[in-house]
């Protein structure tokens, strides 16, 4: 089964991180957000992917393609450019990547939709190129299949944007920086699509996911929640974007499930 991430936003709101660069190629713990994401991905045995490039793609294609190099130790001999002996030193052996420029102002729906012709299996998974999640994936797979509808989509409790006071007689007995909102679920991507949902979009570039494609889902009652009340964050913001380097140099960051 394909992984199919989305990653042509611009990413407007991360100006900071994203002028120069994709967001996500945008860097935690020395790694970008797409890595950390397909990591999560490949700890569960998914390690087929097709990336829907937009926004400055040529260096998540630039990224790829001098992986070996970059990442593994490598004997060369000079006058036999195509001679290269790499000794791997990574764990990402098997990962199969399609890279698709989707371009530069297609709308979410509109990218997936492109990347049709590289999807042959009956079922594919989707997720955005900006979060990460604790998500078990081969549980969310179960659920889709039980529930026998179109769509999955995982519902997340987002983390607040502002502190939390709890107080008892007008004393503060806790601060908490980022406490978990607990009513309701928002739709933290990680999604399982029948192939019969390629019908739903449009390559129109304004074609949005979020908008008639799911909306008309929802009507047919054919798109499933899959609740995870685990850890879920995306990087919208530079805060954001802060919150995930310091909690991965703490040592604590609940998405690094390859190894524990």
Not at 191 to 205: A, E, G, T
Request: include cysteine; proline fraction near 3%.
């Amino acid at each position: 089964m394909k992984v199919v991430i989305l990653c042509g936003g611009l990413g407007t709101r991360l100006r900071e991180e994203t002028e120069f660069k994709p967001k996500p190629m945008v860097e935690v713990g020395g790694k970008p957000l797409i890595w950390h994401i397909m990591k999560i991905y490949a700890h569960y045995g998914f390690r087929e992917f097709v990336l829907c490039l937009g926004y400055k793609g040529e260096m998540i294609k630039d990224y790829f393609l001098n992986y070996e190099a970059m990442n593994n130790d490598f004997t060369i001999q000079l006058g036999n450019p195509n001679r290269i002996d790499f000794h791997s030193n990574h764990a990402e052996d098997g990962w199969k990547i399609t890279l698709m420029d989707t371009g530069e102002k297609a709308m979410t729906g509109s990218r997936i939709k492109q990347v049709e012709k590289y999807i042959v299996e009956d079922e594919f998974m989707v997720t955005y190129g900006d979060g990460v999640a604790n998500v078990d994936i081969k549980k969310l797979l179960e659920h889709h299949r039980k529930q026998k509808k179109t769509a999955t989509l995982t519902g997340v409790h987002p983390l607040s944007k502002f502190g939390e006071v709890v107080e008892e007689h007008g004393i503060v007995k806790n601060f908490s920086e980022k406490p978990q909102l607990s009513e309701g679920y928002i739709n933290g991507g990680f999604f399982v699509f029948n192939k019969k949902f390629f019908d739903y979009l449009s390559s129109d570039y304004g074609c949005v996911l979020e908008k008639d494609p799911l909306e008309k889902l929802t009507k047919e009652r054919q798109l499933s929640v899959y609740p995870h009340d685990g850890f879920w964050q995306c990087m919208d913001t530079y805060r954001d974007y802060k919150y995930l380097q310091e909690t991965w140099q703490d040592g604590k960051a609940p998405w690094k499930i390859w190894q524990k």
